[in-house]
């Protein structure tokens, strides 16, 4: 059964660090693109960063690049954002998703994503 679920979300001061985890489960993790989105109150959902499949690029967002590193352990079927420097403004709801096809480059767009894992809470605050 495929299951994508993140962990690692919590309550932060501003400044501080959290890595988020993304356990994936009835697929092959290293075939597919693996993307990391957030949504918080009253707004769109955000495209963060985004890993290709295999050894692939990476992307992110201008509002973390250089803060925010996404990495993947196939071995594990785990995929981690590492976030540092976290502002008020990095707080939200943030989701991993599963790329529809194999093989491809990822996109911090998500209508290429038709798997989303349930969501872990990130609060940014003093």
């Known amino acids: 059964q495929l299951q994508l679920v993140e962990s690692g979300g919590g309550l932060v001061q501003p400044g501080g660090s959290l890595r988020l985890s993304c356990a994936a489960s009835?697929?092959?993790?290293?075939?597919?693109?693996i993307g990391w989105f957030r949504q918080a109150p009253g707004k769109e959902r955000e495209g963060v960063s985004c890993?290709?499949?295999?050894?692939?690029?990476?992307y992110y967002a201008d509002s973390v690049k250089g803060r925010f590193t996404i990495s993947r352990d196939n071995a594990k079927n785990t995929v981690y954002l590492q976030m540092n420097s976290l502002k008020p403004e990095d707080t939200a709801v943030y989701y991993c998703?599963?790329?529809?096809?194999?093989?491809?480059?990822?996109?911090?767009?998500?209508?290429?994503?038709?798997?989303w894992g349930q969501g872990t809470q990130v609060t940014v605050s003093s």
């Open positions: 998703a599963k790329d529809s096809r194999r093989f491809r480059r990822c996109v911090l767009s998500g209508v290429n994503y038709n798997y």
């Open positions: 009835g697929f092959t993790l290293d075939n597919y693109a």
């Open positions: 890993s290709s499949s295999g050894v692939g690029s990476t």
